[in-house]
């Protein structure tokens, strides 16, 4: 979806969202989380990105950060694999209109996608079978949130309301998070799970208290929709972007604006992250264009092409990858010295073209180019647990992608079958042969498409 402009509220299509209805819902009851678990460590990411021509940059302690600094290793790193090996293991079917989103879980063990269908699916990470379907906005979804314990997820919606879901029962929390004046677009939780950052497109960034579901603090962000939102790894600092082609880093305890970051070519951005080690902020933008910023200088340090966006929002992320080879058995994986387990970051964003490419963080350079969906690939996400790959879009499936010996499947299953009303669905049996580059496999197409498939593009 395009943010040249702001949509009328009343343009019966919309996507990836579509609202349904006016009516607001007040809060029934106090809310009562178990999101306030702290961050799990082992989620942590533990490198840097680097700038090539100056590895002694400011960390955001200079713009009130506590971020630690990163350990360092004294064994020799082995060499950066040039090229990745990425093939499709599951398609996952089930939504009936295009996925806005798709978000592993941080304990890796689930993937959550959200729909212009108004519904969200949890399916398994390891098997890719449905777990729960979960029912209760009145409108499309576009973005969600997952709790850092993995126990809540939070999704965003054109109700203008966000919703807490306890995913192990697959139900919503009594006391829906409402104050937002439009499409609720951009979701992020804090590192300790007690605050989440939401955007909209009434142009503001707003601080929720989780477990009171209460306005801790209103940001007049933008003068633009808000596309995305994030919080530094310790939670002192939240960035956002707009249509407006501004970067903002915002002070959580203040509400101050430290840092306005824009580029020359001031070019609408969709979607933005810190890095890991909290260091650098990538924003994606409808020029085509990724950029990683050391916004403490606010500077652009890294420029990565190749894929196509000039009228769609479309998520990115970072990930991580190994010189581990593909195939090699779980066990076998368990020998490798630590030396050969070295990471290294890669960035992830689709393309308008329909394939997903995975960038080399330090040298730009395209790792891998996944290719599979029929049409626009909104949204990506990388597991950090085993680095799996999953990715959405306008033709309804999800799909996840390893760096394993492995063959297409569909919905957890890798046996012929037909279709059963979004559940299992038949797909070409395993093979021993990793499919080289992408994976491609064909599936089951759109039959025509939907109202709100056909609305993605806007402006």
Same mark, same amino acid.
């Given at each position: 979806?395009?943010?040249?402009s702001?949509?009328d ?6 996507s ?5 209805s006016?009516?607001?819902?007040e809060?029934?009851?106090?809310y009562?989380?178990? #999101?306030?678990?702290?961050?799990p ?8 990105? !680097?700038?090539?021509?100056n590895?002694?940059n ?6 009130r950060?506590?971020?630690? !600094? ?6 020799p790193?082995p060499?950066?694999?040039r090229?990745?090996?990425?093939a499709?293991?599951?398609? @996952?079917? +089930? ?5 806005a989103?798709?978000?592993?879980s941080?304990? $890796?063990?689930w ?23 979960l ?12 709790s ?5 997820? /939070?999704?965003?919606?054109d ?13 919503? @929390?009594?006391?829906?998070?409402a104050g937002h ?10 590192p300790?799970?007690n ?8 142009e503001?960034v ?16 933008h003068?633009d929709p808000?596309?995305?939102?994030d919080?530094v ?6 960035a956002?972007?707009?249509?407006? +082609? ?19 070519d ?10 890991p ?32 966006? !000039? ?10 990858y190994?010189?581990e ?12 010295s630590d030396?050969q ?5 890669? /960035?992830?964003?689709g393309s ?12 730009k350079?395209?790792?891998q ?13 990388v597991?950090?647990?085993d $680095?799996a790959?999953?990715?959405c879009?306008?033709d309804?499936?999800?799909?996840i ?6 063959g297409?499947a569909?919905?957890?299953?890798a ?9 299992? &669905?038949?797909? #070409?049996?395993?093979?021993?042969v ?5 994976g491609?496999?064909? &599936? ?8 709100n ?7």
């Amino acid at each position: 979806m395009s943010y040249a402009s702001t949509p009328d509220p009343h343009q019966t299509r919309r996507s990836p969202k579509r609202k349904r209805s006016d009516e607001s819902l007040e809060p029934t009851s106090a809310y009562h989380s178990a #999101a306030s678990t702290p961050y799990p460590t082992d989620n942590t990411f533990a490198y840097a990105y !680097e700038d090539d021509e100056n590895t002694n940059n400011n960390t955001p302690d200079d713009l009130r950060s506590t971020a630690g !600094e990163e350990s360092t290793t004294t064994t020799p790193p082995p060499e950066r694999p040039r090229t990745l090996d990425y093939a499709l293991q599951y398609t @996952l079917k +089930g939504h009936a209109r295009g996925v806005a989103a798709v978000k592993f879980s941080p304990d $890796g063990k689930w993937l959550a996608s959200c729909s212009a269908d108004c519904t969200i699916k949890i399916w398994s990470a390891a098997t890719g079978a449905l777990q729960h379907t979960l029912e209760g906005h009145l409108a499309g979804i576009s973005c969600l949130a997952w709790s850092p314990d993995s126990r809540v997820l /939070a999704s965003g919606s054109d109700d203008k309301l966000i919703r807490l879901w306890d995913v192990s029962a697959g139900k919503a @929390l009594p006391t829906p998070l409402a104050g937002h004046h439009h499409y609720v677009y951009s979701l992020a939780f804090s590192p300790k799970g007690n605050v989440l950052v939401s955007g909209s497109y009434d142009e503001a960034v707003f601080l929720w208290d989780v477990r009171t579901a209460r306005v801790m603090r209103s940001l007049p962000a933008h003068s633009d929709p808000v596309s995305g939102v994030d919080f530094v790894r310790d939670g002192t600092l939240a960035a956002s972007c707009s249509s407006d +082609g501004l970067i903002r880093i915002w002070d959580t305890g203040t509400g101050q604006c430290l840092k306005t970051l824009v580029h020359e070519d001031n070019a609408p951005v969709t979607s933005v992250k810190f890095s890991p080690n909290g260091k650098y902020v990538l924003a994606a933008t409808l020029d085509s264009c990724l950029r990683l910023w050391n916004y403490v200088e606010g500077r652009c340090v890294k420029t990565y092409q190749g894929h196509r966006n !000039e009228k769609f929002s479309i998520g990115v992320c970072f990930g991580t990858y190994t010189a581990e080879h593909a195939g090699v058995r779980d066990d076998e994986q368990k020998e490798v010295s630590d030396s050969q387990r070295k990471q290294w970051a890669l /960035a992830a964003c689709g393309s308008e073209d329909g394939s997903t490419v995975l960038w080399d963080v330090n040298s730009k350079e395209i790792l891998q180019r996944l290719q599979g969906h029929e049409g626009v690939v909104l949204g990506v996400d990388v597991c950090a647990h085993d $680095g799996a790959v999953a990715t959405c879009g306008i033709d309804k499936t999800i799909k996840i992608w390893r760096r394993r010996k492995i063959g297409p499947a569909v919905n957890g299953q890798a046996k012929s079958g037909a279709e059963d009303d979004g559940g299992v &669905e038949g797909a #070409a049996a395993q093979t021993d042969v990793l499919m080289e580059g992408n994976g491609d496999v064909k &599936e089951v197409q759109t039959e025509h498409p939907t109202p709100n498939d056909t609305a993605m593009e806007e402006g």
